[in-house]
């Protein structure tokens, strides 16, 4: 099992740029894909970002304005947010892929218009 905590979300106007940190409790190989979900009020999680020992990916919507960086000898995955609008405002949560298939308990992003 696998522990994930994140932080760096908060409130932020359009246009800011917020940085999040995701820190796991034990060692996670790098091909073990790590990334970022979000969540918006009444609607579904998706993904915005994960990265693997096979490539990076990044939701359509993000893709110039997101940067998805990780520090495998600190067991970390951070989230690099540029030019944030009201639409980016949600719950980004941590996720760590198979086999551990652990998630974070999320942390909120506001951004102000």
């Known amino acids: 099992q696998v522990r994930l905590v994140e932080s760096g979300g908060g409130l932020v106007q359009a246009g800011g740029s917020l940085r999040l940190s995701c820190a796991a409790s034990r060692s996670i190989v790098s091909i073990t894909p790590m990334g970022w979900y979000r969540q918006a009020p009444g609607k579904l999680r998706e993904l915005v970002a994960i990265t693997s020992g096979r490539g990076t990916n990044y939701a359509d919507t993000v893709k110039g304005r997101f940067t998805i960086s990780r520090d495998n000898a600190q067991n970390t995955v951070y989230l690099q947010m540029n030019s944030l609008t009201p639409e980016d405002t949600a719950v980004y949560y941590c996720?760590?892929?198979?086999?551990?298939?652990?998630w974070g308990r999320g942390t909120q992003v506001t951004v102000s218009s």
């Open positions: 996720y760590v892929g198979s086999p551990l298939n652990a």
